[in-house]
């Protein structure tokens, strides 16, 4: 009977079980607002594939201070990691600047024998024009807001002081081209994948209203992209995916209940992409 459809039981109502031989380091990017409604920017993403049996980890650090200062709090997540596990090595998935965060550390501070891979989602490889626009705000409102960020950062993460304008010069399309990439070559022994994303202006997704004056900005100087980092900015080594999820939308901020299928989707997808390599090192032993 057609009643009873919606009431039918599947055999297998659980989410895909997604097993790996090394456990996943979560590394978010710049700021920390989401600790407002959730124990970190990528806690919920990390309880989301815990479910689908991810040996995921999720740390909090420094959330407005140089990229330097910010590698320095993975590498020492990375060794935790590896003593609460006993894994010698394992995937890093990085959202926005943790993406340059960590390819900081593998280049500069020796982290590749750590890692066998790193999967950047919307990371400003090539910068952000948005860094600039922040920037260029008048001395006197920028000089509230810095302050407003810096007392907030030092209270949530007191273990090392916040720089937040130090890290948006960083974030900079002139400084990333021009000084960090060139700094930071990819390691060899490091698979480097990306994750890309747009909507709003020029494309056919909406986006939050909110994000439209920056999704305008950028879009004039860079093209599509997803409220804080273009498409273009986002490729590094092999593109795996595309969304249409705004910058906050990937990591569950301001998300409405009809995309949070799409934001599930999204990380399980990467996982599933970072499964290949795991597959494959482990062969390799």
Not at 36 to 58: D, P, Q, Y
Not at 60 to 85: C, F, L, V
Not at 231 to 238: M, T, V
């Amino acid at each position: 009977m057609k009643a009873f459809e919606k009431l039918r039981l599947d055999y297998f109502p659980q989410p895909d079980v997604i097993l790996l031989k090394h456990p996943v380091l979560l590394c978010h990017g710049f700021g920390a607002m989401g600790s407002f409604s959730s124990k970190g920017l990528l806690h919920a993403t990390c309880m989301m594939l815990r479910e689908r049996g991810v040996l995921a980890f999720a740390p909090n650090i420094a959330p407005y201070a140089k990229i330097e200062t910010r590698a320095q709090d993975w590498a020492e997540a990375i060794d935790r990691i590896k003593e609460i596990t006993g894994a010698t090595k394992m995937h890093v998935v990085a959202h926005s600047m943790g993406g340059l965060d960590i390819r900081y550390a593998i280049s500069s501070m020796d982290k590749y024998k750590d890692v066998i891979s790193l999967t950047t989602v919307c990371t400003p490889h090539r910068g952000t024009s948005l860094s600039t626009l922040t920037l260029n705000t008048p001395e006197t409102i920028r000089g509230s807001l810095e302050g407003i960020a810096n007392w907030f950062g030092n209270n949530v993460y007191p273990k090392v002081p916040s720089n937040i304008t130090g890290a948006l010069e960083q974030l900079g399309r002139e400084y990333v081209n021009e000084h960090f990439n060139p700094a930071n070559p990819d390691h060899p022994e490091v698979r480097y994948k990306s994750v890309t994303a747009a909507c709003g202006k020029g494309t056919e997704y909406d986006i939050n209203r909110l994000l439209i004056p920056f999704n305008s900005y950028i879009y004039e100087r860079e093209g599509i992209n997803d409220g804080y980092i273009s498409e273009e900015s986002a490729k590094w080594g092999e593109v795996i995916l595309h969304s249409n999820l705004s910058h906050p939308e990937q990591i569950k901020l301001n998300l409405s209940s009809r995309k949070i299928p799409q934001w599930k989707e999204l990380w399980s997808d990467i996982i599933k992409s970072i499964k290949e390599d795991d597959e494959r090192i482990f062969t390799e032993k």
